[in-house]
């Protein structure tokens, strides 16, 4: 029995996505009882309090509610220039609309993976101020930074580094027991 669901968003749109591959294998490191699904956004339209006003779009009641019935969150975000992507503060923006938002005591934690030699580490802190005041609770440690993500897959889109693996099954492990632990208000 699935005994903890986890929800992981790719805040990358992009088909050849390092962020959605590094979810994918993600989702196969999982330790036993985790069950992780992957969330693309394409369905998210551009924030808008006129479309608001007239009713939450259809993507954003579903992301809405996806996240509401996940027991922890894991978003996989880009980094664009030291920050996070705008794809991605989107569709958190509309999940912040209105009652209830679901993001409020979530377990979340945060995975990244860039070109770069920093893997996107700043577009992790970049999220501090937005998690913070949404009340997630963000698991700060282990923490997982994908440098030079071009080299790091396989033509099938798996991670090729053992190491690299390990360190990823070694963060699901501790988001199993922090999704478990009770929020201290
Ligand atoms: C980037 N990229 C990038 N990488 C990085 O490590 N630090 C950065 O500040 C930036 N800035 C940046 C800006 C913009 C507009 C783009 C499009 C890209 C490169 C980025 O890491 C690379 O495109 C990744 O492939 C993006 O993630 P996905 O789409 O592969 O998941």
Request: charged share 15%; proline share 5%; aromatic share 6%.
């Amino acid at each position: 029995m699935t005994a903890i669901r986890v929800l992981g968003i790719s805040g990358s749109l992009r088909h050849e996505s390092f962020n959605t591959a590094l979810l994918r294998t993600a989702g196969t490191l999982v330790p036993e009882g985790m069950a992780l699904t992957v969330q693309l956004l394409h369905d998210i339209p551009l924030y808008n309090g006129d479309v608001e006003a007239a009713g939450l779009p259809a993507g954003v009641v579903a992301l809405r509610e996806a996240i509401r019935t996940a027991d922890g969150v894991l978003i996989a975000t880009p980094e664009y220039n030291n920050s996070m992507p705008g794809v991605l503060k989107n569709a958190i923006d509309w999940v912040s609309r209105g009652k209830d938002q679901p993001l409020a005591g979530k377990p979340l934690a945060l995975v990244s993976a860039s070109n770069g030699g920093f893997g996107g580490a700043r577009a992790q802190l970049a999220w501090m101020p937005t998690l913070t005041v949404l009340g997630a609770r963000w698991m700060h440690r282990p923490q997982f930074y994908l440098s030079n993500a071009q080299q790091a897959f396989a033509p099938d889109g798996s991670l090729v580094d053992e190491r690299t693996r390990e360190k990823l099954r070694g963060l699901l492990a501790s988001f199993a027991a922090w999704c478990g632990e009770k929020a201290s208000v």
